[in-house]
């Protein structure tokens, strides 16, 4: 579309190609995609305040949205933590579903394509809750960094620090993922375009190989849990499991983490014989087989599950029901 001075409006244009690309970038930095849609329809807003002439000045309208993201989400997490503080039991990323599955907010309708968050290692649920122990900048720098390959130059303008700073924020997030253990998409340095491809065919080679290792557990987990065979669900947790549920007050959920395969399995047993009715579904959870619970066609539980070595060490059950609006319709509960 044209000007009074005949001048093209491309950089708006522009500008909405750039929508899915901060999606996905938000969700990484606040873990909610609600909240990251929001700081993203922000951002836009603020673009389409500007007059034209203003946003014609603008040279690469991708960075000015991806800063103006990058401060709103730095300023929502430093919100939420307060928020956190009051949380009532464990707190934990809203699971995502799969992309033919995707719900865009209530009432089941389908979601912009554009607002689909992309599922890589860097929305798995253990990345997730090792970002959520980060501090609001060390989150923003280290998913800017490490997750979507800024330099670091650019990202202290973002963050407005110096790139010494930034560096040394990167450095610390990625401290705090190995010594969670957790996968993502952090670490490696940039390579030549041969190279980069050759590492994306084995990722995706060993992602499918993983997410079929994955589902014939969860499969096996499901059967168990679904006859009440403790010796069984034992058998395929890690003797040191974890499970950590998150209720947020709302329904009822175990206020603290779970710890031991046995004592997970007994667990489980009993919430089925306490709550019968339950559907277990399996279901791609933020990447990777998970299981889903229904009542009645009703989502109740989403839960994503880690696996090594063959048997599940973690498991996070999401029943807070303000986290699983895109799951009331083909979504299940744990």
Not at 78 to 93: D, M
Not at 252 to 267: C, D, K, N, Q, W
């Amino acid at each position: 579309m044209g000007t009074e001075d005949g001048r093209s409006e491309r950089p708006a244009d522009a500008a909405v190609g750039e929508r899915r690309h901060l999606i996905d970038l938000a969700y990484r930095m606040l873990g909610a995609p609600a909240e990251a849609e929001d700081a993203v329809q922000e951002a836009y807003a603020r673009w389409y305040a500007m007059t034209p002439a203003r946003r014609r000045a603008v040279e690469v309208p991708g960075a000015w949205l991806t800063t103006v993201v990058s401060r709103i989400c730095l300023d929502v997490l430093g919100s939420a933590r307060v928020r956190r503080e009051r949380y009532v039991g464990e707190w934990l990323p809203e699971p995502l579903p799969d992309r033919t599955e995707w719900l865009g907010g209530t009432g089941g309708r389908p979601a912009d394509p554009a607002d689909r968050i992309t599922l890589d290692e860097s929305v798995r649920m253990a990345f997730l809750v090792v970002l959520e122990s980060m501090t609001p900048a060390e989150r923003v720098v280290f998913v800017l960094h490490d997750v979507f390959r800024y330099p670091f130059p650019e990202i202290a303008a973002i963050v407005d620090r110096t790139p010494a700073a930034c560096r040394q924020l990167a450095s610390s997030g990625r401290r705090r993922v190995g010594a969670a253990g957790a996968a993502g998409a952090a670490g490696a340095p940039a390579a030549g375009r041969a190279r980069q491809a050759r590492q994306a065919r084995q990722a995706r080679q060993a992602r499918q190989a993983e997410a079929a290792e994955q589902a014939e557990v969860v499969r096996r987990f499901r059967r168990a849990w679904e006859a009440g065979d403790i010796e069984a669900l034992v058998g395929l947790l890690d003797p040191a499991a974890t499970m950590v549920a998150d209720g947020g007050g709302l329904v009822g959920a175990v206020l603290r983490p779970v710890e031991g395969g046995a004592r997970i399995a007994r667990y489980l047993v009993l919430m089925a014989e306490k709550a019968p009715g339950l559907t277990l579904l399996e279901r791609t959870v933020n990447g990777l087989p998970g299981l889903v619970a229904q009542r009645d066609g009703a989502t109740a539980t989403v839960a994503a599950l880690d696996l090594a070595d063959g048997r599940i060490t973690r498991i996070w059950a999401v029943r807070n029901p303000e986290k699983l609006t895109r799951w009331t319709v083909g979504g299940g509960t744990l």
